[in-house]
C-alpha cells in the first residue's frame, strides 16, 4: 500500500493526536536547580562548593583516615622493621634496591626508620602503591564517579566551556583534566573525546606538564600540606597561560561542542562500584608496576652515583635559572622516574617556603611520568616529541619565571 | 470561602519563609565574612561553641562558600513563591550541607584512628572528644538550613 503525502500527514496528525498530550510545561525544584548549576553567576560558586568538598574529603580520607591513621603506622611499625631483618645480605646491593638503601653514621651503616626514606622497592615502593595511591585514586575515582552519575559533569563542562576556548579546547577537556588529577594514564587516553589534533596535542601536552597525578598529590598531602594550594595555584596559572600560548602557535582547528544536559539523577550503587572498580584495575594493571619497577631503578641510579653525577652537572642551572638549592639537583633528576618520591625527598632538604613551592613545581611540569611517557607513545610519536619540546620550553620558561617573581616578592 | 482560607494559610507561610530565609541569610552571609576575614588575619577566632578556622582552605576557600550560600539565601527570600527564586534558596542551603558535610566528615576520618602512638582504633573517649564543640560556622548553619526541607515538601 502506498500512500500520498496528504495522507501521510493525516496519518501523522492522528497518530500524533492519540499518544501526544499537549500542556503547560511547568519547571520542577529539580529543573530550577539544575539551571542555577549551569548560569556562570549561579554556577560558579556551586563549582566552587564541589570542588571544596571534593578536595576535603580526598585529604579527610586519604590523608588523614587511611595514609596517617592505619598505613604509616602498618608500614613504618610492623612491615618494615620485620622485611630489614628477614631479607638476608643487610648492606648489599640488592638488599639497597629492594629493601632500604640506609645511611651511614659515623661510618657505620644504619638502616632507615621509615618506608619514605628506606627507597627500596618493597618498602618505598609497595608503601607509595598501597598505602598513599591506593587510598587517593580509590577515594578520587569515587568522588568522580559519583559527579558523573549524578550528572555534574556535563554542567560543569558547560560552565567551562568559554574559558577553556581561550586555551584551544572546549568544555568536554574537563574530563581528561580531572582524570589525570587520578592518574594520567587514563587522561591521556581520555584526549581521545577531543575531536581535532590540535586540541587532542594541547591537551595531551598540558596534562603532563601541568596536571600533577593522585600519587603526587597524595604525597604532597602527606609532606607538604600547608604548601599544597600555592603549588596547586602555580600549576593551575600555568595551565591556562601555556594553554593559551599552544592555542595561538599549534596549527590546526578548535571546534565548538554541542552537549545534551541530563537531568539531576539519583546515582546507582551498581554503575558507581563497576566504574571505581574498572578505574582502578585499570591503575593497579599499567602504573602499579612503573611505581615499583622506578623505586628499584631510582635506588640503583643512586648507587651507582648516576644520579649524583647528572645532579652536579646540572646543579648550576637549577641554583642560578630556578633559585632552588644544589641538594634538589639528585631529587629533581630522579623525579623522571618517581615524582612522588622526588616530592618526597624534597621535603626533608633545608630549604625557604618559597624554594619548596618552586622545587614541587618544577618536579610536576618537569616530565611526564615513566607510565605517562609510554601511553603517549601509544597516540604517536610525532606528537610526543613535539610534547616533549614543548616541555623543555616551558620548564625553563615557567621555572624561570617563578624564580623571577619570588625575586620580586623578596622570598626568593 | 475554603480556597480563599486556603489562599491565605499559603500566603502566611510565604512570609514566614521569607523573614526566616532573610534572616539566616543575614546571619550566614555575616559568617561568611567573618571566616574570610579571619583567614585573611591568620588568628583563629573562638567564642563558646563558635569555632572560625584560620587556615586557607576551611577558613577562606570555606569562607567564600559560606558567603556564597547567604547570598543565595538572601537573593532568593525575595519573591520565594517564584520556583526560581525558591531554587536558590534551595541551593544556598546545598551549600551549607556541602560545608557542613565535608566539616563532619573530616570530624569522623580524625575520630577513628588511635593516633600516632596510640592503639590502632581510638579509645570510646577520644572519639567522642572529637565531636565536642567548638563548632565550624557551616555546622552551626546546618540545623537552620534544613528548615528547606520542610517547604520542599510543602510547596502547594
Known sequence: MTLSLGERWTLIDRISKETVTFGKYEHTLKDAVGELTVKPLTGIPVAIAIMYCFWSVFGSFAGTLMTDGFFVKLFDGYWLPWIQEAFPGQGSWLYAIMVDAGGFESGEFVLSDNCFEAFGALTSGLFVAIGVVLPAIFIFYLMLALLEDVGYMP????LL????HRVGLHGYAIVPTILSLGCNVPGVTATRILETKKQRFIMMTLLAIFIPCGAQIGIMEEVVPNL????????IIGYFIFGYILNKIVPGKAPEFL???PPYRKPLLNNVSKKVWGRIAGFFKVALPFVMLGCAIVSLLYLLGVIQFIGDLLAPIFVGWFGVPKETAGPL?????RKDLAVAQLSVIE????QLITAVVLVSIYFP???TFAMMLKEGWKELIAAIGVLTIVVFAYGGMIHLIGILLGVA | MAEQSQSQLQSKSSSTAVIYFAILGIVTTAFGLADILVAAAGSEFSYGILE???????GGWGGFIVLFAGLFYLSGARNIGDIHQFAKVAMGSILIWIMAGSDIFAMITESIPGGEDGPWFNTLDGFLATYASPYAPAILLLPFSLVVIYYIYHRD
Open chain 2, 52 to 58: 572560625i578556622p584560620n587556615d586557607l582552605f576551611r
Open chain 1, 228 to 235: 599544597l594550594g600555592w603549588i596547586l595555584l602555580y600549576l
Open chain 1, 161 to 164: 566551556d568559554t574559558v577553556l
Open chain 1, 259 to 261: 552537549i545534551d544536559v
Open chain 1, 155 to 158: 554542567r560543569l563542562a558547560v
Open chain 1, 351 to 354: 630549604m625557604t617556603e618559597y
Open chain 1, 333 to 337: 633528576v630522579a623525579a623522571f622516574l
Open chain 1, 369 to 371: 611520568c615513566v607510565a
